[in-house]
T-cell receptor, first 115, second 112 residues
Framework: DTGVSQDPRHKITKRGQNVTFRCDPISEHNRLYWYRQTLGQGPEFLTYFQNEAQLEKSRLLSDRFSAERPKGSFSTLEIQRTEQGDSAMYLC?????????????FGEGSRLTVL | DQQVKQNSPSLSVQEGRISILNCDYTNSMFDYFLWYKKYPAEGPTFLIS?????DKNEDGRFTVFLNKSAKHLSLHIVPSQPGDSAVYFCAARRTSYGKLTFGQGTILTVHP
């Protein structure tokens, strides 16, 4: 399977704990995106990388959220001191600059439940 | 500020008939529009796109229409099939390969 993969698929944690999600993009894609989706809403942009550079970060992303893409391949999204409002599906997507229509290819998501 | 809006939360259609999903946007800087389909427990998958220099793009049973003056686009599915039942998201971007801004989604149910 050469699609976008995310790990873990499900995470249940207690309020105040830290969680980390990993995303492995399609290998030849240099752009990587993180989105968050809550019930009844569309995906909401969090941040994106071109290679290892974080080019844009949503103002909705609090200081408790941090994302990295250290070698321009996989990426991690960490949430510190989780709150119940962080419960959502976290989606990762990748795309290739300059190829095709530039559509984003999404992974299956990591569902976070904060108790 | 919801820059991309899908005002119909759900749509129910009979198999074989046309499904029309609508989307409105407010940001005139958007120049590329995409439709995604999402099944439960899966990530969104790309369906069809249209550039702002066009007013129609067709791919098999799927056609997207863009009305720039009205800031409105629609997705037509003809004929609709039960396998088309899913959540459909409209998305827009300002540059060819930048981030996407999504609408809230429309749940399409196609009845046999």
């Amino acid at each position: 399977d050469t699609g976008v993969s995310q790990d873990p698929r499900h995470k249940i944690t207690k309020r105040g704990q830290n969680v980390t999600f990993r995303c492995d993009p399609i290998s030849e894609h240099n752009r990587l995106y993180w989105y968050r989706q809550t019930l009844g809403q569309g995906p909401e942009f969090l941040t994106y990388f071109q290679n290892e550079a974080q080019l844009e970060k949503s103002r909705l992303l609090s200081d408790r959220f941090s994302a990295e893409r250290p070698k321009g391949s996989f990426s991690t999204l960490e949430i510190q001191r989780t709150e119940q409002g962080d419960s959502a599906m976290y989606l990762c997507a990748s795309s290739s600059q300059g190829a095709g229509t530039g559509e984003l290819f999404f992974g299956e998501g990591s569902r976070l439940t904060v108790l | 500020d919801q820059q991309v809006k899908q005002n119909s939360p759900s749509l129910s259609v009979q198999e074989g008939r046309i499904s029309i999903l609508n989307c409105d946007y407010t940001n005139s800087m958007f120049d590329y529009f995409l439709w995604y389909k999402k099944y439960p427990a899966e990530g969104p998958t790309f369906l069809i796109s249209i550039s702002s220099i066009k007013d129609k793009n067709e791919d098999g049973r799927f056609t997207v229409f863009l009305n720039k003056s009205a800031k409105h686009l629609s997705l037509h599915i003809v004929p609709s099939q039960p396998g088309d039942s899913a959540v459909y998201f409209c998305a827009a971007r300002r540059t060819s390969y930048g981030k996407l801004t999504f609408g809230q989604g429309t749940i399409l149910t196609v009845h046999p």
